[in-house]
């Protein structure tokens, strides 16, 4: 599927998002926050088992498109702006970073270039994030005088610890993909051109994995942030015994006890 703003293709179990406006490093404006949420509602179909998230050209990310910003600004004043920022911002909130908080399947980030603003906040929602050494990654927010949206001051916290969180967003200053994997922000960095092969090759090998797991202890590390001890391991027990009753669970059992590879299916 290619639509104006981002392209998704099903390859090897994987759902691959490419945000596509490389002439503007992937800036997001209003229609292609709405794509972005309609592929990830596509992902939930069952022969998408993984998700990968990248972007075209040489950058991820840059964030929101201020052009569209300065439009309204002309054209309808104060009230309009903020109007169309809380549109803008409950959609991106709604649609993608829930969305893929939600989603029932492992997302795996390919970082290729600059993640700015909310293509930084972008990236903490995806469950794996793989760098280009080349990537960089800029809260930016504070240098338009802004607060933090997407997200980030949820999970951004949560990865790295609050004081290096503020640090982050009170410097505004590019972060490099060692840095960012010194951090914790990052799980892996590669070489520039390994970057897409390898990031596949990590979602095709999660794909192929035991999804209705993996889908089980994404909801419980979200929720673990609400519960206490004792409502977690309550979770725990209950998402345990749901997940035996399925063929996955079996084979895996009975591959462990025949001493070979499992195969599961997702079922």
């Known amino acids: 599927m290619t639509t104006n703003e981002i392209t998704f293709e099903k ?38 088992r993984a998700v990968l998230l990248t972007g075209a050209g040489g950058g991820f990310c840059s964030g929101a498109d201020l052009k569209f910003l300065m439009e309204t600004l002309e054209k309808s004043g104060q009230e309009g702006i903020q109007e169309y920022i809380r549109a803008l ?9 829930l969305g893929l908080r939600r989603l029932e399947k492992p997302v795996v980030a390919a970082i290729n270039g600059v993640a700015a603003g909310a293509g930084f906040s972008l990236t903490l929602s995806c469950d794996i994030r793989v760098a280009a050494r080349g990537a960089r990654f800029l809260m930016a927010y504070a240098n338009i005088g802004a607060p933090a949206d997407g997200g980030s001051t949820y999970l951004l916290p949560r990865l790295i610890g609050a004081s290096r969180a503020m640090e982050l967003y009170f410097a505004s200053q590019p972060t490099s993909a060692q840095a960012a994997l010194e951090m914790g922000l990052v799980n892996q ?14 979602a095709v090998r999660l794909a192929q994995g035991p999804t209705l797991a993996y889908a089980r202890v994404k909801a419980l590390f979200n929720s673990s942030w609400e ?16 997940i035996s009753l399925t063929a996955d669970f079996q084979e895996g059992i009975k591959a462990f006890t025949e001493r070979r590879q499992a195969r599961f299916q997702g079922k």
Request: charged share 25%; proline share 5%; with cysteine.
């Open 11 to 48: 390859m090897d179990g994987v759902g691959i998002i490419t945000l596509n406006r490389p002439e503007s490093r992937n800036a997001l404006t209003p229609n292609m926050i709405s794509e972005i949420g309609e592929a990830i509602e596509s992902c939930k179909r069952p022969d998408v």
């Open 89 to 97: 911002a409950n959609d991106l909130h709604n649609k993608v970073v």
């Open 189 to 202: 960095v590669v070489e520039d051109d390994a970057l897409h092969r390898h990031a596949m090759e990590t």
């Open 227 to 242: 519960n206490d001890l004792p409502a977690q391991l309550d979770a725990e027990t209950a998402a345990f015994a749901d």
